[in-house]
């Protein structure tokens, strides 16, 4: 439903089905390889390993509190290995998302589909990132589907393109029969947004509990 609502319906969107394995370079230039880590912490006593920012409640199965070292950098992405030879020149990753390979293929489907901006590129296909725990449904899997779309516009037309894809993104969700009423717009501040952002909208559906706690839920990711 949503490849044929953003993609076959549109002029202004072209389909893609890109590699999962990208060369290195690739999370080099996105800041992945650096920056794509969580804090993690490992208990002295019974060797368990957690997220610094999610510890367990419960005890230690070796009696008493868990007794934590120091927090350090675990980066989520799994490498793996190209060609017949094990070297460092060889390492490469599964990719952690999708938007990446749109961007390396940008150029490539600029000119095979002959658009013009604005215009958009979609993908469906697997991202696959290394939890430390996996927990909280599909959220902090360590294999999931991801649905992206990258939409490309003119400088200065951003606000309005992203405000029209927040509305599209919400007719969607009601076409699908999600109720209207438990669609919510979680808009970030600034000082929240992404580094590479100037805007950022999550649309959450409201489970039994209610808006304040689901706001919860989406600062703490």
């Known amino acids: 439903s949503w490849w044929r609502t953003v993609v076959r319906e549109r002029d202004d969107v072209a389909g893609l089905d890109a590699a999962i394995i990208m060369h290195p370079r690739v ?5 992945h390889t650096e920056s794509f880590q969580d804090p993690m912490v490992e208990c002295k006593k019974c060797k368990g390993r957690w997220r610094a920012d999610q510890l367990p409640e419960t005890k230690c199965p070796t009696g008493g509190p ?11 992405m799994f490498p793996t290995r190209v060609g017949p030879v094990e070297e460092a020149s060889a390492v490469a990753y599964l990719r952690p998302e999708t938007a990446q390979a749109i961007f390396v293929q940008f150029r490539n489907v600029l ?9 958009g590129i979609a993908q469906i296909g697997k991202a696959f990132r290394n939890e430390i725990n996996p927990r909280n449904y599909t959220f902090r899997s360590r294999e999931f589907e991801q649905m992206e779309l990258e939409f490309f516009v ?8 992203h405000a029209y894809w927040v509305e599209e993104r919400m007719k969607w969700y009601v076409s699908i029969g999600l109720p209207e009423g438990r669609l919510h717009r979680l808009v970030y501040p600034r000082e929240e947004l992404a580094h590479y ?3 950022c909208t999550d649309l959450l559906y409201d489970f039994p509990f209610g808006r304040q706690e689901l706001e919860g839920i989406a600062a703490r990711g």
Do not use: M
């Open 154 to 161: 003119k400088p200065g037309t951003d606000d309005q393109w």
């Open 111 to 119: 000119e095979v589909s002959r658009q013009k901006i604005p215009f």
């Open 27 to 31: 999370w080099e230039a996105s800041g």
């Open 66 to 76: 868990h007794e934590y070292g120091e927090a350090r950098k675990f980066n989520l």
């Open 197 to 199: 952002a100037t805007a």
